[in-house]
């Protein structure tokens, strides 16, 4: 019988877990996006507390254990709250950003008190996760009460819409632009989210009414190219050219809000759009949603006197008539933003299996397109049964074949599910000798794969052993720009995890650092110290760091780098000093003591604690006298 787990031990993975599923939500492009990225960041400067509680020995006491049961329910919240602005209605958050702001208040309070309630000096963790941790708890107790400067400009325009008037052509640029509401692509995703809340929500209401009337405003204004506002009597008169004759209601999905294409009767007598009433059948509703009877049965029947009369008047209004839903079928269940075909993509996942060469080529490449494009492709595509025969095609002796699988395996682990299908297909060897071996732009991939693998805290220890670490030593050595880029990321996700820190000092990673430190206008000198500042907080990598001379190095970046900069350079150099006096001799001989005043007058917060800590230090040193 296995070992059952320890539940203070279950509870710091169930904390590991969530704010790693925080981490992983993609950037907002909403009027909420500084709240949203706020949350976001800040729960992400969560994560090394419980990487070391996790790798740590000492048993939890239990007034930590209730102190984090307090912060798991903060981040439960958190989790929903940002998942519900990530999928919901651009136009439903910007009509209702009062009340969402204050919803991000009571997420902040939550997440303030409970870290109020960690005992943090009782807890077997670094003085460097400490000074964190107290530092993201003190922007949650600032944050608590204050909210974002109201946009008057957008509020005005938000006011006008709401009256369920046209609007005007510089205050529909201005929504556009301000709701990232920019592109058809755009749109469709806007209209689907507000379909999806209609359902959710199971009425039709006045705000689902007024967002489509404003969506369908937004879509003739984009669809004429965005003009420019200057000339406003022509604009003007282009919009009224290109707006499409007023539908008549009762052609209307009563969900949607839009022409029907397919007309169905349900047993209240209603009619709706198919896919529509399918999707709300499918969510559990057993009522009408126009008049909230209870449906007798859930039996649809086509509407066809309508669906002739609908066609009649598109002919009239020389509007291209609907075409028919029959290949809904072939479409993904609730996959709303997919625009894969069951049968196309079968056909492609077919030639994967069977194909010749050129055929696996053009389907792994045709993959990777679809699996960039959209969320919903990514889900769809896997689901289909892609990954498994991406992964036998990373051993392809074709060049472009290879690029594309590694790519397309990339795009699919954006997903947060497939990348645990991807590490059980037995990917993360291939992506490894991918990234020795392959072309430059599947190595680039490949790394960039292995850090999208590497957020789960499992796969830090799998790429690791898997001897990932050495060959992006050489991408960050022999690599384009951007694989250099790719290469630094990897390696710092990896170096997260303790065991991986060693295996990148005992490959050489520090001197390929140093040279990429000396490199001024090579654009790899954040990266480089972030990782340094990593490698310090092990002694095998404090003692390759002081053996490879990086002391003046070092109180060059403090002198004339940049804040953040300055800021690794100080802990690193702290790193140093506290563990052998040597260094503090070697620091004084290069003058960091004027440095380090200058930085603990000026850095950032992080940064002047470690000046001052190693200016103590600097205090108590003697210098030997020299004849």
């Known amino acids: 019988m296995g070992r059952t787990e320890d539940p203070k031990d279950a509870l710091v993975s169930q904390l590991l877990i969530a704010v790693r599923n925080i981490s992983v939500f993609p950037e907002c492009r909403s009027v909420l996006k500084k709240m949203y990225n706020d949350l976001v960041r800040r729960v992400k400067l969560l994560s090394p507390l419980f990487d070391e509680l996790k790798d740590s020995e000492e048993e939890i006491g239990e007034e930590e254990v209730r102190g984090f049961e307090l912060l798991k329910v903060g981040l439960d919240s958190a989790r929903e709250l940002l998942r519900s602005i990530n999928e919901g209605s651009k136009l439903f958050q910007a009509l209702h950003r009062d009340k969402i702001a204050g919803d991000f208040q009571q997420v902040t309070e939550q997440m303030e008190e409970a870290l109020s309630q960690i005992p943090y000096d009782k807890l077997d963790i670094s003085e460097e996760v400490r000074e964190q941790i107290e530092l993201v708890h003190a922007q949650f107790k600032r944050a608590k009460g204050r909210r974002d400067s109201p946009d008057m400009v957008l509020e005005k325009d938000l006011e006008l819409a709401k009256k369920g008037k046209d609007l005007d052509l510089s205050v529909l640029k201005r929504l556009s632009e301000k709701l990232h509401l920019r592109t058809m692509t755009d749109l469709k995703e806007e209209s689907v989210a507000i379909q999806d809340m209609f359902v959710s929500w199971g009425v039709v209401s006045e705000d689902c009414n007024r967002m489509s009337f404003l969506l369908q405003q937004l879509k003739d204004y984009v669809a004429i190219g965005k003009p420019n ?105 609730g996959a709303g933003g997919s625009d894969c075909d069951l049968a196309a993509t079968n056909a492609l996942i077919h030639k994967l299996a069977n194909g010749n060469v050129e ?256 200016l103590e230090l600097l205090h108590h040193v003697e210098v030997p006298i020299t004849s």
């Not at 604009?235 to 969900?255: A, M, N, Q, T, W």
């Not at 002739?308 to 020389?318: V, Y």
């Not at 670490?469 to 303790?498: E, H, S, V």
């Open 229 to 333: 506002t200057d000339d406003a009597s022509k604009v003007e008169k282009g919009l009224v050219r290109h707006r499409s004759p007023v539908i008549p209601d009762d052609f209307r999905c009563p969900i949607s809000l839009e022409l029907m294409k397919d007309p169905v009767i349900v047993s209240t007598g209603q009619t709706y759009e198919r896919s529509c009433i399918q999707k709300w059948l499918d969510a559990g509703h057993k009522t009408c949603p126009k008049t909230q009877m209870t449906l007798l049965h859930t039996a649809l029947t086509p509407n066809y006197v309508l669906k002739s009369l609908i066609a009649l008047w598109c002919e009239s209004n020389g509007i291209e008539l609907p075409k028919r839903h029959g290949n809904c079928g072939n479409k993904r269940f």
């Open 359 to 614: 055929q696996q080529r053009a389907a792994a490449g045709e993959l990777r397109l679809l699996a960039k494009r959209n969320a919903d492709n990514r889900v769809f595509i896997a689901e289909a049964g892609a990954i498994p025969l991406l992964v036998e095609l990373l051993s392809s002796t074709d060049v472009r074949t290879q690029e594309h699988a590694v790519t397309a395996l990339l795009n699919l682990s954006i997903n947060e599910p497939n990348k645990g299908s991807i590490v059980i297909a037995g990917a993360i060897p291939d992506i490894v000798d991918v990234l020795k071996n392959g072309s430059m732009e599947a190595r680039e991939n490949a790394a960039a794969t292995l850090f999208s693998l590497s957020v789960i805290d499992e796969n830090k220890v799998a790429i690791g052993a898997a001897g990932a670490i050495p060959a992006l030593i050489d991408l960050l050595c022999d690599g384009t720009p951007r694989g250099k880029k790719d290469a630094a990321t990897a390696i710092f996700n990896l170096l997260i995890y303790q065991g991986n820190k060693a295996r990148a000092v005992r490959a050489g990673i520090v001197e390929p650092l140093m040279k990429l430190l000396k490199e001024a206008g090579g654009g790899m000198v954040d990266e480089a110290l972030a990782i340094l500042a990593l490698l310090a907080s092990h002694q095998e990598g404090k003692n390759a760091i002081g053996q490879a001379g990086l002391t003046p190095v070092l109180v060059e970046v403090m002198r004339t780098g940049s804040p953040r900069n300055r800021e690794n350079a100080a802990a690193v150099l702290w790193a140093l000093c506290t563990s052998d006096a040597q260094y503090l001799r070697m620091a004084m001989e290069f003058g960091a003591e004027e440095v380090l005043r200058e930085v603990l007058e000026n850095g950032t917060a992080r940064a002047k604690r470690k000046a001052g800590s190693v």
